[in-house]
């Protein structure tokens, strides 16, 4: 059936004033979601920037990873101290990582560990508005909203909300991380979320030919309406809805289904975390330029032993077969992987056998983007509480991916007191790995 509303108005969350679009019974469209989403999406993509054709994919280790039991595993430290899940050479002399980490391990030529980063907040939403926004917000644990933009929605809004030629969103999560919004930037550059109505819209319910029909429906339709809308009200309809079907009809959506990919290829990276990271790089083939996979569980207080032992060694197999895969696609220039979480542990083992919050010191892993691999980057003290080296911060890894991304580390965008705002303020890319 069709539900056509028209002649009246309604105002979003945000105040935004938006008209009531046709619905598509069973196509599963609903009265505004995926054509009124295109539509909240092209704005402003007038103004896109031409950057390189690159992505990102972002695995966030949320609760807080602790960087000696990962990838500074500090084994000339005193007992109390060190690793205790021991260590593993890797296929690079002289780095080694925590003792979960034998697939890494094995890939590290082709990866780069940040052993020297650091910030200032160690609350979990303050840490995590530091890493994802490159500044910090002190209210955050308290309750309060995100008051910059997202990297990923930085990205959106420098290179327009969908890829021109596929349609693909520019900006895709996997799992909801906080801070990882466009803040005032605007909903438009917000990131397309799999699990949400979007993408459900994007789900055919009818075969071609039966939507075929609709569309020659919906175009006589919007004749006769064109016609007697003396207000003007369905001006613009037309290439919305046209988007919105050529998205639904695309191959692009299949990059969100693994039933396309080789079943030895998901074999590979196996199950639960494996699988987001596969969907992350579909994504990016398909155009997408910035995925974030969220993977918590790393906030470990007692124990930390057997924590490690069960949620590290899903990550190990993730990005191992993720970075192999991309090298035995020609994508590793291609496509950029980080690895991070919103601080490190506290150095010394706690009284319930883990480690607490700690934002002086934690690690970053990198792998492709065209930056320079098979290395250590920065160094920690002899406890592996604060860096020996000279601190890399949430700015300079923003300025890093954004000089790999090709854009410009001092962009401006108006903020939400109507002053032009730079992205990265103080940051500089991380000169040994560009």
């Known amino acids: ?26 196509l599963g469209l609903g009265a505004l979601t995926l054509s009124d989403l295109l ?16 992505s990102v994919i972002w695995l966030w280790l949320g609760g807080g990873p602790t960087h000696i039991e990962t990838f500074d595993p500090k084994m000339s430290a005193p007992a109390e101290y060190r690793s205790v899940t021991g260590e593993v050479a890797t296929n690079v002399p002289g780095i080694t990582l925590g003792g979960n980490f034998e697939r890494m391990a094995a890939v590290a030529d082709k990866m780069a560990f940040v052993r020297s980063f650091a910030h200032t907040n160690s609350g979990h939403s303050g840490g995590t508005h530091y890493v994802m926004t490159g500044y910090d917000h002190r209210l955050a644990d308290n309750g309060a909203n995100p008051v910059r933009p997202s990297i990923g929605s930085v990205v959106s809004r420098v290179r327009g909300t969908n890829h021109p030629d596929t349609g693909m969103p520019t900006y895709v999560r996997i799992g909801g991380i906080y801070g990882d919004g466009p803040s005032f930037l605007g909903t438009a550059y917000a990131p397309f979320d799999p699990s949400g109505e979007a993408r459900r819209n994007m789900t055919l319910g009818v075969d071609r030919a ?7 429906m919906l175009d ?10 003396r207000q003007g009200l369905m001006e613009g309809l037309d290439a919305f809805e046209q988007q919105a079907f050529d998205l639904i009809l695309s191959r692009s959506q299949q990059a969100f289904d693994l039933a396309y990919e080789d079943p030895r290829v998901v074999d590979r990276y196996g199950s639960g975390l494996g699988q ?7 994504l990016c083939e398909a155009g997408c330029g910035f995925v974030t996979v969220s993977f918590g569980g790393w906030d470990m207080h007692g124990t930390i032993k057997d924590s490690m032992d069960r949620l590290a060694p899903q990550v190990d197999r993730a990005v191992a077969a ?39 010191l934690s690690t970053l892993a990198l792998a492709g983007g065209g930056l320079k691999m098979g290395q250590v980057v920065g160094e920690s003290a002899e406890k592996a509480d604060v860096p020996k080296s000279t601190p890399i911060g949430p700015q300079d890894l923003m300025a890093t991916i954004f000089q790999t991304m090709g854009i410009n580390p001092r962009t401006q965008f108006v903020n939400q007191s109507g002053r032009p705002t730079y992205m990265v303020e103080t940051g500089r890319a991380i000169e040994e790995l560009v």
């Not at 039966?210 to 020659?216: F, S, V």
């Not at 006589?220 to 809308?229: F, L, P, Q, S, Y």
């Not at 979480?341 to 706690?350: L, V």
């Open 1 to 26: 059936m069709f539900d056509l509303r028209f002649q009246r108005r309604r105002r979003d969350c945000d105040g935004r004033s938006r008209r009531d679009f046709l619905k598509v019974g069973t």
């Open 39 to 54: 539509r909240l999406k092209a704005q402003g993509s007038e103004a896109a920037v031409q950057a390189q054709d690159k």
């Open 210 to 216: 039966r939507l075929d029909d609709r569309r020659a």
């Open 220 to 229: 006589g339709i919007d004749n006769v309406r064109r016609e007697t809308d």
């Open 276 to 282: 987001q990271m596969l969907q992350a790089r579909r």
């Open 322 to 360: 993720l970075v192999e895969d991309l090298d035995q696609r020609g994508l590793s220039d291609q496509v950029l992987l980080v690895i991070s979480g919103e601080f490190g542990r506290t150095p010394k083992i706690n009284g319930g056998a883990g480690r607490d919050h700690w934002a002086p």
